[in-house]
């Protein structure tokens, strides 16, 4: 369905920017957004003090499939290691210290968004 598209990029986009606002409220360095590498993508690209951190955002409107972390599968969480893989080899980073976080976004119950920030998420 072409409605069903459009409404799942402006969720992805809802995400993403209560996640940038959240990562800088926390005194993270946005470096990158939407970095793709070949058919892969990273939400974010930041750096948390010292660490250079690959942040995928999930976010749910509702609990009917699951928690948003839920879904970074064990097949995405390989398709964003290769994509870090790549950002590191534009970038001739090749002794930096990396980690991989997932930012969880979903109702709150009182008509907001709770955040959730999983750390070395894998």
């Known amino acids: 369905m ?8 402006a969720i992805g986009q809802t995400g ?15 470096l990158e957004t ?3 590498f ?3 993508e990273i939400d974010i690209i930041a750096r948390d003090r010292e660490t250079l951190v690959f ?12 928690r948003p ?11 964003i290691r290769k994509v870090a893989e790549g ?14 976080d997932v930012v969880a976004i979903r109702p709150d119950g009182r008509g907001g968004c709770a955040v959730e920030h999983f750390e070395n998420a894998f």
Do not use: D, N
Not at 55 to 62: D, L
Not at 69 to 79: H, I, M, P, Y
């Open 2 to 9: 072409p409605g069903s598209k459009k409404t799942t990029q």
């Open 16 to 30: 993403e920017a209560i996640a940038l606002a959240y990562l800088r409220r926390k005194g993270y360095k946005i």
């Open 34 to 36: 939407g970095f793709r």
């Open 38 to 40: 070949f058919r892969g």
């Open 55 to 66: 942040i995928e955002v999930k976010m749910r409107t509702g609990s009917r499939f699951g």
């Open 69 to 79: 972390e839920e879904s970074v599968t064990a097949g995405k969480q390989q398709q």
């Open 87 to 100: 950002y590191l080899f534009k970038h001739r980073l090749w002794h930096v210290a990396c980690r991989f």
